[in-house]
């Protein structure tokens, strides 16, 4: 089994096999849209591809290998999922407080060990995700973490901003135009030139468009962030290395907040040049404050 044997979107089954292929999975993973079921799924089919024990990368999951078999049947000691109590089955500070100090434990079986964390969005309150943070900006080694939502905008910006957002339903608008305006609005953020940035912003249509390409310009500042931690670049890399000698790891952060506020301003309609125009004054001033 493997990522093209899901009912997601085209453009997300191909992201996930390349970054699959290439061993290249981000440490921090949250899965956005979509229904319950298919959220839970994709989280699952993630985890079982990390525990498993097939050598070739390429044909993991191999669905056959012991670790395989213990996944499939939600027995895998490797796979531990966040449990929940109460009446709301919330992920409570002091459950997150025990996978912090779990999570530094090396695996019991596997090579990596994976913790999933569904309806992030519903079930931890923000004092839960504030907890989670310091884990999720410093993980421990071979340690992935999978949390599921309806909508990634009901998290913190402080958590999307250390995790790399999949969305089963908004991938097909990432085509190559989106890309590579993501792209230049991304790299416009360091031009000596503010009116480049400005010039770019202003070439986004309507809201539609915006929330695809400044989720786009958000990837790639996160990719500018693992680089400048050691791990690997997703969406671009040659555009991530350029920010990441640029960029200190404080302002990457706080750029991503920026953008992921910008996005959920989106949804109360708010004028597009207005937002633009906001934004670019922002992401200046974080760039080139001294």
């Given at each position: 089994?493997?990522f ?12 996930l ?6 061993n ?9 849209g ?28 191999c669905?056959k ?12 000691c ?41 309806e992030a969005?519903?079930r931890?309150?923000p ?7 310091k884990?999720?900006?410093?993980p421990?080694k ?18 999307l ?30 031009d ?8 770019n ?16 310009v ?6 500018a ?23 200190t ?11 992921n ?6 949804d ?16 200046r001033?974080?760039?080139w404050?001294?």
């Open positions: 089994m493997n093209f044997d899901i009912e997601i979107g085209e453009q997300l089954k191909s992201q096999c390349s970054l699959a292929d290439s290249r999975f981000p440490h921090a993973v949250v899965i956005n979509g229904s319950v079921e298919k959220r839970q799924a994709l989280a699952r089919l993630l985890a079982n591809w990390a525990v498993c024990g097939e050598k070739d990368i390429q044909n993991r999951p669905g290998c012991r670790h395989c078999q213990k996944a499939s049947s939600d027995s895998h490797d796979i531990i999922k966040a449990q929940g109590s109460g009446k709301t089955d919330s992920i409570s500070v002091e459950e997150i407080r025990k996978i912090t100090k779990s999570s530094v434990i090396k695996p019991n079986e596997a090579d990596k060990k994976v913790y999933l964390l569904f969005d519903k931890m309150a004092v839960a995700q504030n907890a989670f943070l884990t999720l900006e410093e421990p071979n340690v992935m973490f999978i949390l599921t939502c309806e909508k990634s905008g009901s998290l913190l910006s402080t958590i901003s250390r995790c790399t957002v999949f969305s089963i339903d908004g991938n097909a608008e990432q085509t190559p135009e989106i890309l590579s305006l993501s792209k230049s609005i991304a790299l416009s953020v360091v000596v030139k503010e009116i480049n940035l400005l010039l912003l202003g070439k986004i249509a309507d809201r539609k468009e915006a929330v695809a390409v400044l989720s786009c958000s990837d790639i500042f996160r990719d962030l693992s680089l400048s931690i050691g791990s690997d670049a997703v969406t671009d890399r040659e555009s991530a290395e350029k920010l990441s000698l640029k960029l790891k404080s302002r990457l952060l706080s750029l991503i907040d920026v953008i506020s910008a996005i959920s301003k989106i109360y309609n708010i004028d597009i040049n207005l937002l633009t125009t906001w934004l670019c004054g922002e992401l001033r974080i760039a404050q001294r």
